[in-house]
């Protein structure tokens, strides 16, 4: 005769339904804002390529050095496409996993409150980068 846990598909040990418990379904949300996160940073990633580009050569034209922040963008220009695989890597992650316990849910939620924080801090560092070399050279005339 079978036991009344085989007939009814009820797991044996409690310790499996302390994880089901603590498992919740993939919020959808998450998602969404990672993937957005993804295709902003490919957009910055390109226009930055672009607009770096354009004042490279304007900066040629000036023929003094450029401050450090400056030099550092132009020369780095080309690995900025790289910081979109951090988020289409948590992106792919959320997207494959069906459940995540509290614990993962937050500390991917940090990731992307950092990222979208960390997308902000990048485009102004550019921003201000690009304009030095210009305030610079109004304040000498």
């Known amino acids: 005769m079978q ?4 007939l009814t598909n009820e797991p044996k040990s ?3 339904n302390q994880a089901d418990s603590q498992s919740h379904p993939r919020p959808r ?10 295709v902003t940073y490919l957009l910055v990633a390109i226009g930055s390529h672009f607009v770096i580009s354009a004042f490279e050569e ?5 023929g003094s050095s ?3 922040l400056t ?6 220009q080309d690995y900025y496409l ?19 316990s509290r614990r993962l849910q937050s500390l991917m939620l940090g990731a992307l409150i950092g990222l979208g924080i960390l997308l902000v801090v990048i ?17 000498v005339t």
């Open 3 to 6: 036991n009344n846990a085989t």
């Open 14 to 16: 409690s310790s499996s």
């Open 29 to 38: 949300w998450m998602l969404v804002i990672s993937l957005v996160l993804t």
């Open 58 to 62: 304007v900066f040629k034209s000036f």
């Open 66 to 68: 450029l401050p450090t």
């Open 71 to 76: 030099q550092f963008l132009i020369d780095t």
């Open 82 to 100: 790289l910081l979109a695989f951090i988020p289409l890597g948590l992106s792919l992650d959320l997207w494959r996993r069906e459940v995540l």
């Open 123 to 139: 485009f102004q560092v550019i921003v201000v980068g690009m304009y030095l070399p210009v305030f610079q050279l109004g304040s």
